[in-house]
């Protein structure tokens, strides 16, 4: 993949898609996808990626401007260089932002030049990986087709001397653009479902955009004070960058996106498959087993990085809100276990007062001759007292068993 740009005054788009492959994958599952995808260019993982990611397991070329990532837990993601956009007026950020959500729209509806690769590409991995129970997410008819959503990185060159610093010098308008970049929404193009630009629909200039105070101002994550990385929920902006900030970014992206929607998709599989029953040991595997992957990708596997660079990778962290999904989740599985906890608690209970019951009517029977022996002497053979009384006796040790 070609991460340069000859061009000035453009912005290049870099698509990430993350999907759901079904489970968690073991080495034969990954032995499967190699050979599925033997065709296609398998290429060394980075050290950068293996430090923030202890669960990539494979990573290929599938064409000069795509790679795909494949995860241990279970997700695919998608890297894919986009056609340039160029630079033509000072209001480039508002057709930008047209552009990016008009793309974001083809991809998630199937329509981009690009989606019958990537649909073939989905359904020979889940394919080649025949299990008895997939998540719910790696399904066709989930969601947008099998997939949720479309993270975009954007890289601008331009010419101007004015982007060779970091934004608190940008002049106003360059401030503007920047934000708008930052947050699509100012100009209502942002993603949400909700407040679509149907509702929204306004007519916006190269000045006067509305409440623009009320958003973080742009910070320059970068090591290098001659380029920008700049973070919010809704994208990340790298200005006139180098090689090694767009694989770093590259990195720590798809690591993360990969991390979201694993979360994501086993708290819509534990909210949602009714027929999903688990027990609390089970549950706990999983309360674990995630408490384990996500403390894994918070840390970085290499004590001498750059503070900068850590920065930066938690700020993208930040922003993309994981930490509030993963306590969710963690929320939720903990509540699965007090109930689950508290039904096989219930059932046991049950369990143990027929048992009671059964093993008091064995005993019973096995004493019953002799009481009967001796109520008949002690009444002189009243055969009805006698049943009367042994009757009594019965029901009242069941009825103490029962309220136990």
Same mark, same amino acid.
Do not use: H
């Given at each position: 993949?070609?991460?340069?740009?000859?061009?000035?005054?453009? +912005?290049?788009?870099?698509?990430?898609?993350?999907?759901? +492959?079904?489970?968690?994958?073991?080495?034969?599952?990954?032995?499967?996808?190699?050979q599925t995808l033997a065709s296609y260019q398998e290429i060394e993982i980075s050290r950068v990626l293996r430090s923030v990611s202890h669960n990539i397991s494979l990573c290929f070329e599938i064409s000069e401007d795509v790679r795909l990532y494949i995860f241990a837990p279970g997700i695919g993601v998608f890297w894919i260089k986009d056609k340039e956009f160029p630079i033509t007026d000072d209001d480039y950020a508002i057709e930008y932002c047209q552009q990016r959500k008009h793309s974001h729209a083809a991809l998630l509806h199937w329509e981009a030049d690009i989606s019958p690769m990537l649909r073939e590409l989905i359904d020979s991995i889940r394919g080649c990986l025949k299990k008895h129970r997939m998540r719910p997410s790696a399904k066709p008819v989930w969601e947008n087709g099998g997939i949720s959503y479309v993270m975009t990185v954007s890289s601008l060159y331009h010419s101007?001397?004015?982007?060779?610093?970091?934004?608190?010098?940008?002049?106003?308008l360059k401030q503007q653009s920047l934000q708008i970049l930052l947050y699509p929404e100012i100009v209502h193009e942002g993603d949400s479902l909700v407040f679509v630009d149907d509702d929204w629909a306004r007519e916006f200039s190269s000045s006067g955009y509305p409440n623009l105070n009320s958003y973080e101002p742009p910070h320059n994550w970068s090591l290098l004070p001659q380029e920008g990385l700049?973070?919010?929920?809704?994208?990340?902006?790298?200005?006139?960058?180098?090689?090694?900030?767009l694989k770093l970014v590259e990195c720590f992206e798809v690591s993360l996106q990969a991390m979201w929607l694993y979360l994501y998709s086993v708290t819509y599989e534990l909210e949602n498959s009714r027929d999903l029953s688990l027990s609390v040991s089970e549950l706990k595997?999983?309360?674990?087993?995630?408490?384990?992957?996500?403390?894994?990708?918070?840390?970085?596997?290499?004590?001498? @990085?750059p503070e900068p660079?850590?920065?930066?990778?938690?700020?993208?962290?930040?922003?993309?809100?994981?930490?509030? @999904?993963?306590?969710?989740?963690?929320?939720f599985l903990k509540e699965c276990i007090d109930e689950q906890e508290t039904i096989e608690s219930e059932k046991q209970r049950h369990y143990s007062v027929i048992t009671d019951i059964c093993l008091f009517v064995i005993a019973y029977i096995q004493?019953?001759?002799?009481?009967?022996?001796?109520?008949?002497?002690?009444?002189?053979?009243?055969?009805? +007292?006698?049943?009367? @009384?042994e009757l009594a006796v019965a029901i009242a040790c069941i009825a103490a068993i029962v309220k136990k």
């Open positions: 993949m070609a991460d340069t740009t000859e061009s000035l005054n453009c +912005i290049v788009p870099y698509r990430c898609i993350p999907f759901d +492959i079904g489970f968690d994958l073991g080495e034969k599952d990954i032995e499967k996808i190699r101007s001397e004015a982007l060779n610093c970091g934004a608190e010098q940008f002049d106003e700049y973070i919010s929920w809704s994208a990340v902006i790298c200005t006139n960058p180098q090689p090694y900030l595997k999983r309360y674990y087993r995630i408490a384990k992957l996500y403390s894994e990708f918070e840390r970085i596997e290499d004590a001498n @990085v660079v850590e920065r930066a990778r938690n700020e993208l962290i930040r922003t993309s809100k994981l930490g509030d @999904v993963y306590a969710g989740l963690n929320a004493i019953l001759p002799i009481v009967n022996d001796w109520l008949m002497g002690a009444y002189n053979n009243v055969d009805t +007292i006698t049943g009367m @009384v």
